[in-house]
């Protein structure tokens, strides 16, 4: 395999379950690197939502965010490529969504933003360390994200619903969501609804970084977990699926590798990206 670019999701693959990126994991993407293969994080995350241990690593140059709706160039701190939801539709979402109490998390601008004491008023969720970190000292809050998306001008990367332990609830606000036109429907997990620009997913946010940097797609490898992986599974030559990715996923790869707490992304890199190169 002459592989030349690896994009590898982040939670459930690049990720171990308490969010930290082995040792292991970091020396394998440094050795691709410095055999001249682009490594990039794509994820379902914010540009600033990635964590240091990953953005701050000097073979990381790209990364494709928000399922695909924005590529950045991160030593120059450029937008190479964007995908937004417009204003309008974005407030249309947003309408649909008020009805429900829950967490709304708006991506732009690399951020997420959401509402001041949304969380509070949210009975039962998670308060542990690690979600305070990851999901609060992160996010930027604001009194409403309606006027906040009303006067920032440039659209919205993804509107997220983090956290929907009700089946019914979460299959009723897909099935209202759906009514809307202009956006995609994905999940990153059994809880979350995940909504994009209609074009926008990581297949398409990576072949615009390859068109980018001139790379064919039978010189990529992807690894994922989860629903919002598969457009990049499609597009790739290589699709490498996580021991503990969802059933849908594996049945798209080419290679199952271990799980995430196994070091499954280092393993294949190390035994289809470096060996055969």
């Known amino acids: ?12 693959t690049t990720l171990k379950e308490d969010k930290t990126v082995s040792d292991t994991t970091v020396a394998a993407f440094e050795s691709a690197a410095e055999k001249g293969i682009y490594v990039v994080p794509a994820t379902g995350r914010t540009f600033h939502m990635i964590p240091e241990r990953i953005a701050g690593l000097k073979c990381i140059d790209y990364a494709v965010t928000s399922n695909g709706a924005s590529v950045v160039d991160i030593k120059n701190n450029s937008i190479i490529y964007s995908n937004l939801l417009s204003t309008k539709t974005a407030l249309q979402l947003l309408d649909i969504l008020s009805c429900y109490n829950t967490i709304t998390e708006v991506f ?90 209609e074009t926008a997913n990581k297949g398409s946010g990576l072949k615009h970084l390859c068109d980018y940097l001139k ?43 271990e799980t995430n707490e196994n070091d499954g992304v280092a393993l294949a890199v190390k035994k289809y990206a470096l060996c055969a190169q």
């Not at 395999?1 to 459930?12: C, S, T, V, W």
């Not at 997220?160 to 606000?173: A, F, G, M, S, T």
């Not at 990049?232 to 490498?240: G, Q, S, T, W, Y």
Request: include cysteine.
């Open 1 to 12: 395999m002459n592989i030349k670019l690896i994009a590898a999701d982040l939670d459930g």
């Open 108 to 197: 732009a601008n690399g951020n997420s933003q959401s509402e001041s004491g949304a969380i509070e008023r949210l009975p039962g969720y998670d308060k542990s360390q690690l979600f305070y970190y990851y999901r609060v000292e992160k996010q930027v809050f604001v009194d409403s994200l309606r006027d906040f998306v009303s006067n920032n001008g440039t659209g919205v990367e993804k509107i997220c619903i983090p956290y929907l332990p009700e089946k019914d609830v979460r299959e009723e606000i897909i099935r209202k969501v759906s009514t809307v036109s202009g956006c995609s429907i994905t999940s990153a997990n059994k809880m979350d609804v995940e909504i994009n620009a």
């Open 215 to 257: 790379i064919g797609k039978d010189h990529v490898m992807v690894f994922g977990d989860e629903k919002n992986d598969i457009d990049m599974f499609r597009f790739a030559k290589v699709a490498v699926a996580m021991g503990n990715a969802a059933p849908e996923l594996k049945r798209a790869a080419d290679i199952i590798t």
